[in-house]
């Protein structure tokens, strides 16, 4: 089995707060708050939210816990166990995610460790849970599961070229499972995240995925800080 290198197993939990900060809608810079009044679209499922505009309504996380992660207390007040995904708004964990994908998005970002500035990379998948339309979450994934994500826009490319489909692909197009796999190294053991594609979004739920789209396609920008907390 091929070890993947993670970036910091040791940064898991005192980078949470900022990383969520760093996907967070509310920390849009002004012309990006600007673009989005711009193109409005309000939370029209909603009586009386119609003209709150859907993409500057903070999100939901998800984060994958590893066996370092601390203090990540379930809403039962038992701890998180390592491999599953945690939701900080339920507070609460499952072991794989059935999803649709409707953006993706790398960050750079910087934590501060022992006093140093640690350069850290993050990619931010905005998501649908498929089981429950209404949730839509940011998934959060360190650099540890580049690798699997890469190879999922693998996937992605084959099933067009099979297709013989001259339209670009869309990744909204897929349902896709995400599980967890254990990793080794010398550093100790960890997990990734695994794409799986599961099968196309069912016609009748397509038009709900690319109205998805549209709502919160501005939601994993973010602001850069002064003092370069992210970039």
Do not use: W
Not at 9 to 38: C, G, H, Y
Not at 47 to 73: D, H, W, Y
Not at 86 to 115: P, W
Not at 193 to 210: G, L, P, Q, R, S
Request: proline share 3%.
């Amino acid at each position: 089995m091929k070890k993947n290198k993670p970036d910091s197993l040791n940064n898991d939990d005192k980078s949470f707060e900022k990383e969520m900060d760093a996907f967070d809608p509310m920390t849009i810079v002004k012309k990006d708050v600007d673009q989005a009044l711009t193109s409005f679209v309000g939370i029209n499922d909603i009586e009386g939210l119609e003209e709150v505009a859907a993409n500057t309504i903070p999100l939901p996380f998800c984060r994958l816990v590893q066996p370092t992660s601390t203090k990540i207390a379930l809403s039962d007040g038992k701890d998180a166990a390592a491999g599953t995904f945690f939701f900080n708004d339920t507070q609460t964990v499952e072991e794989e995610l059935n999803i649709c994908i409707l953006k993706a998005k790398h960050s750079d970002m910087t934590f501060e460790r022992d006093g140093m500035q640690v350069p850290v990379k993050k990619l931010g998948i905005l998501a649908v849970d498929m089981n429950n339309l209404n949730k839509i979450f940011i998934l959060s994934l360190s650099v540890m599961s580049f690798t699997s994500f890469g190879s999922l826009i693998a996937k992605i490319r084959a099933d067009q070229q099979v297709s013989a489909d001259d339209a670009k692909a869309k990744v909204r197009d897929y349902v896709i499972k995400v599980t967890s796999e254990k990793q080794e190294n010398d550093k100790g053991k960890y997990y990734i995240a695994k794409f799986e594609i599961v099968e196309k979004v069912a016609k009748d739920h397509k038009e709900k995925m690319d109205d998805l789209y549209q709502k919160y396609i501005n939601s994993l920008e973010r602001n850069n800080p002064e003092g370069g907390e992210t970039k």
